[in-house]
């Protein structure tokens, strides 16, 4: 990805892109196939309506976010409050107001529709070398299904601070959302985008991060609630010895769908990165989608990188879809690998579990539980690590009821 070297605006790319899978038909052009070659605007109306045949779109129920594909009238379709950290809100930011462009650019039609429909960015900014020991609480609560809403995040943690910054979506919305990430050299950053929908919102977000030298950010995209949520996920390591650790949990019911698609870019020398999503899914037509993109860039000597994803299907019904790829363009790297697996329970994990007197019922339990506490226990903080457990909980009551 490329920085802006001038203000975005609407116009300045307005003609760097025309939906690549609309132009098979009419001028005999190759689909993009490529996540690092996907063009960019900040225009929705260059790319045009998805018809779900696009590779970025095509695991997508695409008629379901179809109200996102139009930028909104309104933006009080979700209201934003901050539980705690609210002293770290900077004023707002209009299109043209640094840093908000810095890092982020839109390569899709929401995205681009975010970008327009947001007329001021909320700005969440750490201070140089300030450790932030509790963490910022941001709840972004929907209005209604009927209501929509475009919004655009700015996180930004300067040089050596560290923080944790929590996005936590309740109620219901039609809400089209950009977070932009930015991680200062030396800066420890944690964000935490956590959907806890109803069952009838629509959601789809782009997180875009950069981090510079010798800094670390740690990604997590947590669903659980919503009946359509998109949240991709894009981290460029740029700076030399940056790392980025890149975590999802979900756990889809009947007619939810949860997807990610995740793109972590090796562009600076020694840098590492993880990526690890797990996912449940259990109930009739239950989807989940994630895909998994890792450039490691030409200058990216030294690069330690490793990208996987497991689901876990419970019932009849339920689909998982999962794309690993890997990109390597130089020789001189540490490790390069990726994994995806997709199953029902272990036998041997339950068979064990029955001899030694449990029940069946409470076997398949712990290990769901065991599965997904990995990803939890890594968040760092534990009252909404026994939320979540305890939300696990509940969804497995659902499913052994």
């Known amino acids: 990805m490329t920085t802006p070297t001038t203000t975005p605006t609407a116009s300045r790319f307005s003609s760097a892109h025309v939906d690549p899978a609309a132009q098979v038909a009419d001028a005999g052009f190759v689909p993009v196939q490529t996540r690092s070659e996907r063009p960019h605007s900040y225009d929705p109306t260059d790319f045009g309506t998805p018809s779900g045949r696009e590779v970025n779109w095509k695991h997508t129920p695409v008629a379901k976010l179809a109200p996102l594909f139009a930028v909104a009238g309104t933006t009080d379709g979700v209201t934003h409050s901050f539980g705690a950290g609210e002293q770290y809100a900077s004023a707002p930011l209009a299109a043209d107001a640094a840093p908000r462009g810095e890092v982020f650019l839109a390569e899709d039609v929401t995205s681009a529709v975010a970008w327009q429909g947001a007329s001021e960015a909320l700005h969440i900014r750490i201070p140089r070398e300030e450790e932030v020991a509790e963490p910022i609480f941001l709840t972004i609560e929907g209005q209604g299904a009927d209501q929509r ?8 943690a300067l040089e050596h601070s560290a923080a944790t910054v929590v996005l936590q979506h309740t109620g219901s919305a039609q809400y089209a ?13 944690s964000v935490i985008s956590l959907q806890q929908w109803q069952d009838d919102a629509v959601h789809a977000s782009a997180h875009q991060a950069r981090v510079a030298a010798d800094a670390t950010l740690k990604h997590f995209v947590i669903s659980f609630g919503g009946g359509v949520v998109r949240v991709n996920p894009s981290v460029e ?3 030399a010895g940056s790392e980025g650790y890149l975590y999802g949990l979900s756990y889809a019911d009947a007619g939810q769908h949860l997807e990610s698609q ?6 600076g020398p020694h840098t590492k990165g993880d990526v690890l999503y797990k996912g449940a899914l259990q ?14 860039g030409p200058d990216a000597t030294g690069t330690d990188s490793y990208e996987a994803n497991r689901n876990l299907v419970l019932t009849e019904g339920a689909r998982a879809d999962s794309i690993p790829n890997l990109e390597i363009e130089t020789g001189d790297i540490v490790g390069a690998g990726h994994a995806s697996a997709t199953g029902r329970f272990d036998d041997e994990q339950l068979f064990y579990l029955q001899a030694r007197g449990i029940t069946e019922e409470e076997a398949r339990r712990l290990v769901v539980l065991g599965f997904l506490s990995d990803i939890v226990q890594r968040l760092g903080i534990p009252s909404l690590e026994e939320e979540l457990l305890a939300a696990i909980e509940t969804e497995l009551a659902e499913v052994n009821a």
């Not at 995740?262 to 562009?267: A, G, S």
């Not at 109930?283 to 490691?296: F, K, M, Q, R, Y």
């Open 149 to 156: 809403a475009d919004a655009h995040i700015v996180i930004e």
């Open 177 to 189: 959302q950009n977070v932009e990430i930015i991680v200062r050299d030396g800066a420890k950053l």
């Open 237 to 239: 390591l740029a700076g």
């Open 262 to 267: 995740v793109y972590l870019h090796h562009k």
């Open 283 to 296: 109930g009739e037509s239950a989807h989940s989608v994630w895909i998994g993109d890792v450039l490691i």
